[in-house]
Each structure stands twice: as structure tokens, then as C-alpha cells.
């Protein structure tokens, strides 16, 4: 059974940075697509950027061309880097596997808080 530990949330000020990272135990993430969702108060869980095995990217529309998903197979270490955050990022940032087996199998990590205030 995986576990998944985000950290690298906090307090940031509009145009800050930020590097969230995901890290695995008790299973090796390297044969998972792995991403990154998020979550605002009021809000539904909204995808924010997926990585795949071969390290191909996708991401939401509202982060496109500020953040990248990365990963480091040798560490079981998924990352997120937020460049020029908004204060519409501020949410709950949650890292997830995806299952080959499917959506019922995927396992998520606690999630982490990010805030954009000035």
C-alpha cells in the first residue's frame, strides 16, 4: 500500500514561488502516472498538472505556463513548481497515483496547504 507526503506548502505573496513535493513509501511510483490536484474552499478538487511514466505533462488551464510537474523516480519523489502565484492558487494542494487498475484503486496523499496573500 503506497502513502503519498506532500509538503512544501505555506504563506506566499502574489508572484511568489513555491516547490511542493510528493513523496512515496511502500511501493515504487516509477511504473504510475502520478499528479497534482487542488482544492479551495467552496470549491470542487480541480486537476492542476498529471505527469506519466514516460514524463509527459499536462496541466489545468489556469496554471498553464507557470507551474511544471517533475519527477525524480530515483528518489519516489513526485514535485510541483508554482512560479508566479495568484491568489486564486491558494488551496489544498493533494498528490495522487493513478491505479492501472483504475479510479477506485487510486491512492491520494493528505494534501498541503498553499496560501497566496499579501
Known amino acids: 500500500q503506497v502513502q503519498l507526503v506532500e509538503s512544501g506548502g505555506g504563506l506566499v505573496q502574489p508572484g511568489g514561488s513555491l516547490r511542493l513535493s510528493c513523496a512515496a513509501s511502500?511501493?515504487?511510483?516509477?511504473?504510475?502516472?502520478m499528479g497534482w490536484y487542488r482544492q479551495a474552499p467552496g470549491k470542487e478538487r480541480e486537476l492542476v498538472a498529471t505527469?506519466?511514466?514516460?514524463?509527459?505533462?499536462h496541466y489545468g488551464d489556469s496554471v498553464k505556463g507557470r507551474f511544471a510537474i517533475s519527477r525524480d523516480n530515483a528518489k519516489n519523489t513526485v514535485y510541483l513548481q508554482m512560479n508566479s502565484l495568484k491568489l486564486d492558487d491558494t488551496a489544498v494542494y493533494y498528490c495522487?497515483?493513478?491505479?492501472?487498475?483504475?479510479?477506485?484503486?487510486?491512492?491520494w496523499g493528505q494534501g498541503t496547504q498553499v496560501t497566496v496573500s499579501s
Open positions: 511502500g511501493s515504487r511510483i516509477s511504473d504510475n502516472d
Open positions: 495522487k497515483r493513478f491505479s492501472p487498475l483504475g479510479p477506485t484503486h487510486d491512492s
Open positions: 505527469i506519466t511514466v514516460g514524463s509527459n505533462t
